[in-house]
């Protein structure tokens, strides 16, 4: 017998890092730690598409721990430095996938307009949280971003903790680990 399993992406922790999707967003997760897992798997879904990843590029990679409850991403995403207007350092990712319908929404807490740059912004968002002990009373250290300015190239880590269900299919949940 052929049986069919689903993954859902969904959050799980009423203290939880929240956030607001955007209206008519692409990416729905009410917490930031979902918003990853969401983002990712969809990224991963878009490479395997020729129309969508043309140059065929695996930039981001992604695996679960089901025993150990922990979703291990990794991602590198181009980027280019640019001092804007107020003399702040950015990092533009650039965009590898096309035609992807990626929308961030109105009135959202994440604002990226390309699904590159989205990831960027939230593992970014995560790791900011990560160093306020109040919001990380664990203090812990999931997420690591860093950008190689001579290479072009923002390098991203990520153990984020997951709780996974089997009932009517599979279910992995993010499991919050910072306070909002």
């Not at 965009?95 to 990226?112: I, M, R, V, W």
């Not at 990520?158 to 009932?167: A, R, T």
């Amino acid at each position: 017998m052929l049986r069919l399993f689903t993954v859902e992406f969904m959050s799980n922790n009423s203290d939880m890092t929240g956030i607001t999707p955007g209206v008519g967003a692409t990416i729905l997760s009410d917490s930031a730690e979902g918003q990853l897992l969401e983002v990712v798997a969809l990224i991963k879904n878009h490479e395997k598409v020729p129309s969508k990843n043309p140059t065929n590029a695996t930039r981001v990679s992604c695996s679960f721990n089901l025993g150990g409850g922990v979703a291990n991403i990794s991602f590198q995403i181009p980027a280019t430095p640019v001092i804007n207007e107020t003399g702040q350092v950015v990092q533009n990712a650039a965009t590898y996938l096309q035609n992807t319908s990626f929308a961030a929404g109105d009135g959202g807490t994440f604002k990226s307009t390309t699904i590159e740059a989205y990831l960027l912004e939230v593992a970014t968002h995560l790791q900011i949280k990560e160093s306020n002990t109040i919001k990380n009373p664990n203090n812990l250290n999931n997420v690591q971003v860093t950008f190689d300015s001579d290479e072009g190239i923002v390098n991203g880590t990520v153990s984020l903790p997951i709780i996974f269900e089997v009932s009517n299919g599979v279910r992995v949940l993010a499991d919050e680990y910072l306070l909002d």
